[in-house]
């Protein structure tokens, strides 16, 4: 794993609170995300992970507390947040949200269809090497296997090379051996490109790999030791 730059903060939470209906999801939460972490967050389900998620990722401003992003002032006065949550942040998730009459490649290369940028295809290259799947880039996704479209999906997210990936339950619909698979791809992203990398999960092997492992319960969140 990379060593964490305490000095490099990504993410700074400080004082948030969620309520939906009346009711809080979480209270007063505060911890850090550091340049380079492979940081694994689990809780019961209706502990509120993937809102905290939607949060750390731009997706949702409705909290109280502060939520600064890099080296910018608090997420709320960021003016053109969907600009900076393309740029910056990558989505990993458990359902695949691969189109089925698009073929891998046009899967992966699809950030790229409405935007003036054009992708870095030796960059595309690399990356379909190094995830395995340069040899599937012709077959269209619905006759790719769960382990296969995972990675494709995790292609997708990086191919804008995003400083973040945020991941939500990104094994669950996964076998064992795909599990494994995807998870040493993730570690390898993460060593190789220095990729901060968050994985929400109810698998305790998975949580057990992160350099910092978090867990979210009775709406707070406390950093397990090693």
Avoid at 41 to 51: A, E, N, V
Avoid at 55 to 61: F, N
Avoid at 145 to 158: H, I, M, N, P
Avoid at 205 to 217: P, T, V
């Amino acid at each position: 794993m990379k060593s964490i730059n305490e000095n490099d903060p990504v993410i700074s939470i400080s004082h948030l609170s969620k309520f939906f209906g009346g009711r809080p999801i979480f209270n007063d939460l505060s911890f850090v995300v550091f340049k380079g972490d492979f940081l694994t967050l689990i809780g019961k389900s209706g502990t509120g992970k993937t809102t905290l998620l939607n949060i750390i990722g731009l997706l949702d401003k409705n909290y109280s507390g502060s939520v600064t992003f890099l080296k910018n002032n608090d997420i709320k006065a960021i003016k053109n947040m969907d600009a900076l949550r393309k740029k910056e942040i990558g989505y990993l998730f458990q359902s695949f949200y691969l189109l089925d009459y698009l073929n891998v490649k046009e899967n992966i290369l699809l950030p790229f269809k409405y935007v003036e940028e054009k992708p870095d295809m030796n960059y595309f290259t690399s990356l379909c090497d190094e995830l395995a799947i340069s040899n599937i880039l012709e077959l269209n996704c619905n006759v790719l296997s769960g382990g296969e479209k995972q990675r494709v999906s995790l292609a997708r997210a990086l191919i804008k090379k995003p400083s973040i990936l945020i991941c939500d339950e990104p094994t669950g619909n996964l076998d064992r051996e795909s599990r494994d698979i995807v998870l040493s791809l993730l570690m390898k992203i993460n060593e190789k490109h220095g990729t901060t990398v968050i994985i929400v999960t109810h698998d305790d092997y998975i949580a057990s790999k992160g350099n910092r492992r978090f867990i979210l319960e009775k709406g707070t969140i406390n950093e397990a030791s090693h």
